[in-house]
């Protein structure tokens, strides 16, 4: 694995475990991709010295039941509100934590969040990395994006 793809491995299981008392697994690329079914990405954008973003994606399930670990409500008892507002709260202190491993000073954007094939998406952008994650059999994916000069 690459070093930067190790830093996101390492960022995401501990903001799955402090955040969530989670256990995100890294899995083998078969997993979900962002845009499928079934699932809901969320997006935040670097701009400064570095130009990109980082984005979390996971099963609309995963995402359910983060919300009722963040919000203590009960498993399906989240309203879809929540679950976007926990989303959003992953991919914030995600890519707040990933943020130092690119050219600074740069800040952080409000995150978006959507469903499926409208994920939030960056034109113009090169991975910079990617990583897959089991979390309660469920599929994750965090990637950081680089925006390309026109």
Known sequence: MPPLEEQITEITRMVFDTV???????????????????????????????????????????????????????????????TRDALSDVVSITGGNLKPLVPGPSTLSLPLVAAGSAAPQLVDARLLGRVRFDCMGQPVEVALLERTPC
């Open 20 to 82: 969530l008392d989670l256990d995100a697994v890294p899995a083998d690329g078969s997993s979900p991709f962002a845009g499928a079914a079934g699932m809901l990405a969320g997006a935040v954008r670097i701009t400064g010295a570095f130009e990109g973003v980082v984005t979390v994606a996971c099963s609309s399930q995963l995402a359910s039941h983060a919300a009722a670990i963040l919000f203590d409500v009960p498993d399906g008892a989240a309203t879809e509100s929540d």
